[in-house]
């Protein structure tokens, strides 16, 4: 039974939902970081800029500092922001500006250039920028350094605004971009749902391939579903053609039978009666063999698709299969001779079929070829293994040896069965990638070769 899971589109959808939440939330996160950056980068060039204005009007007369502050340094700050500024001269007093605002001075970072720092005045957060200007004095420190702060709420409500804008924006885009991940995923999910109604859709005895046009990603899957439906159909017409055949074989025996059974028990003398009764004997063997036949020939037709294949050492299979079927001849007088390598001779195959086979092949030649020979030889040829079975008997004429590697091709009318026996050794060695081959070895012996590809 197949377990129902989550639907595919709710995983995908999850997915790439969690893909861009996170990515969102990455951007948000850098956007409102950036503006921050952005905002006091700009305030702090203006709050420089009206520093250095107030110190470019800074100059050094009669052993004094003098301070003349022009109002522009002071029109370029936000109106809404508190100031603060104070000159000091170079031994520290204050030349202008409020005496209380006394910012510890960076002295080493001032040499460099302007210096804006964060800190706090009056309780309020501020932004301090520091510039000096070279008086010509002398000291450690030789400079006039003008002080300038302003409080952070034009800076602060800037940055707040510029990110909410753009945080809107990109919410606004993420949610479009969901939406239209969504349908995307609906789309690309269309196929399957497709494939899924034109199965539904088919006749039960419809098993060709399908041909719609599917997305390159999904054609592994409707080539396995085509694949699958190809299997499924060769299983079913060899069904078909199993009953078909057994039907067709098994009505002459069994109408042969009762009719022998009937006429048995019309008669009334002992010598009839037997003379029936050996009759009936003869056609119950004949119909034992057709239905093992039937059975062996449709189980090697199904184990040829569905087997898996292992190693399997040729020559100790050849070795058992040999004995157990001498086993019942043990009372003739043969000539038996198993000539095979020393070492494994390895292929790769299913040993039930290999057996019957090899079973097949030594019970035609017991029963209609070897009279006082059978010989059995396995050699390597180059990337295969030959097994050759050779008997002294009649053999079967060149003429029919094609014929008979086909199912119901008798030789002669004399024999039992159904003649399935080699049409069956031809179904495992094509199975297996092999070949049988009829030949004629020395003194017009005649032998069955079956070629194997070495593993």
């Keep these: 039974m197949t377990l129902l899971g989550r639907s595919l589109y709710t995983r995908l959808a999850l997915r790439v939902g969690l893909v861009l939440a996170v990515s969102g939330l990455v951007l948000l996160i850098a956007i409102v970081l950036s503006t921050r950056l952005a905002a006091n980068d700009a305030y702090d060039r203006i709050l420089t800029g009206s520093a250095l204005q107030i110190a ?65 005045y009056l309780d309020l957060p501020v932004s301090i920028a520091f510039v000096g200007r070279h008086m010509p004095v002398a000291g450690p420190n030789p400079w006039a350094v003008v002080i300038l702060a302003q409080t952070n709420n034009a800076r602060t409500s800037f940055a707040r605004n510029l990110g909410s804008n753009a945080s809107l924006v990109i919410a606004v885009m993420g949610l479009l971009t969901v939406i239209a991940a969504l349908f995307t995923l609906y789309q690309a999910l269309a196929p399957l749902k497709e494939i899924g109604a034109a199965i539904q859709r088919r006749d039960l005895n419809d098993l060709s391939p399908l041909t719609q046009e599917v997305p390159a990603e999904i054609h592994v899957l409707v080539a396995s579903i085509n694949e699958f439906m190809r299997r499924l159909g060769v299983h079913r017409a060899l069904m078909r053609r199993v009953i078909g055949d057994a039907a067709h074989q098994l009505r002459t025996p069994v109408a042969a039978l009762l009719s022998q059974m009937e006429l048995l028990s019309m008669q009334h003398d002992d010598a009839g009666r037997a003379l029936h009764q050996a009759r009936l004997q003869e056609l119950t063997h004949h119909l034992g063999e057709l239905v093992n036949q039937l059975i062996n020939h449709a189980m090697v037709q199904h184990r040829a698709d569905s087997a898996a294949l292992e190693p399997i050492d040729l020559a100790s299979l050849a070795r058992q299969q040999m004995t157990d079927m001498l086993s019942h001849h043990a009372q003739r007088h043969l000539d038996i001779a198993l000539h095979v390598p020393e070492h494994p001779c390895l292929i790769l195959g299913d040993p039930v079929s290999l057996r019957e086979a090899l079973k097949n092949v030594l019970d035609n030649a017991l029963k209609y070829g070897a009279k006082t020979v059978l010989h059995m030889t396995i050699r390597r040829s180059a990337s295969h293994w030959e097994l050759a079975i050779e008997d002294d008997g009649p053999g079967i004429p060149e003429a029919d040896w094609e014929r008979i590697r086909k199912p119901f091709s008798a030789r002669d009318g004399s024999r039992l069965g159904a003649s399935l026996g080699l049409s069956i050794v031809e179904e495992v060695m094509r199975a297996h990638q092999g070949d049988m081959r009829f030949g004629w070895g020395v003194d017009r012996h005649f032998v069955v070769t079956l070629r194997f590809r070495a593993a």
């Excluded at 029109?75 to 500024?85: E, G, I, K, R």
């Excluded at 006394?102 to 040499?111: D, E, G, S, T």
């Design 56 to 120: 470019e009007n800074t100059w050094y007369q009669n052993g004094t500092v003098n301070v003349d502050a022009p109002l522009s340094a002071f029109s370029m700050l936000t109106a809404n922001d508190q100031v603060f500024y104070v000159v000091l001269g170079p031994e520290g007093r204050v030349v202008a500006g409020d005496p209380e605002f006394r910012p510890a001075i960076p002295w080493q970072k001032l040499v460099q250039g302007p210096v804006v720092v964060q800190g706090t």
